[in-house]
């Protein structure tokens, strides 16, 4: 009888140990090498709106549509799943329509690192297309650009190859990417 009273408080003690160690432990292992601190600062979600907003003369048709987690695949079924597993975090999706009424998409893709989006940079456009002086990365191809800066990897696309919508695809690139340099 005499083990019986101290069990209770035994495992209380043994619990209370695992869930603050545990506690302990996540946030150390999730604070990386700059601490706890770090950890805050890159766990910042920037308001990918800013990123999206027409440069003067456009404007947005429709609503632009965020998304997080797996809604990704209402997206982008099929593709969906390369993003989750490389360390997607939420993208940005907009047609804008240019001041000459060319309608150009728009996706911003947030990624957990530089790494992944490069990753994703580079198996969305692989060595097709001609480089662009956009982000640290980019290809323009026929009707659509894609480039990364940080951890975004963008996909700007019209939806005809002509010189209209190309210029309106160099414009909007060079306005995102300048957006991206501040975060």
Wanted: some cysteine; glycine content about 10%; aromatic content about 10%.
């Amino acid at each position: 009888m005499r083990n019986n009273r101290r069990y209770p408080t035994f495992l209380t003690v043994v619990m209370t140990a695992l869930v603050f160690g545990a506690s302990m432990a996540m946030g150390l292992l999730t604070a990386g090498p700059g601490g706890p601190t770090a950890a805050c600062a890159s766990e910042r979600r920037p308001d990918l709106a800013t990123f999206t907003t027409p440069p003067d003369g456009w404007k947005t048709t429709g609503a632009p549509a965020t998304v997080t987690g797996e809604a990704l695949f209402e997206v982008i079924n099929g593709g969906a799943e390369i993003y989750l597993q490389t360390g997607f975090r939420q993208a940005r999706f907009a047609t804008l329509q240019s001041p000459e009424d060319l309608a150009i998409n728009l996706e911003i893709y947030e990624m957990t690192d530089p790494e992944a989006a490069r990753s994703i940079f580079s198996r969305k456009s692989g060595d097709t297309g001609v480089k662009a002086p956009y982000g640290q990365d980019a290809r323009l191809e026929a009707y659509y650009l894609n480039f990364w800066r940080g951890r975004y990897q963008i996909t700007i696309a019209g939806y005809k190859a002509t010189p209209e919508i190309l210029a309106a695809i160099r414009t909007l690139a060079a306005t995102v990417d300048k957006r991206l340099q501040g975060d």
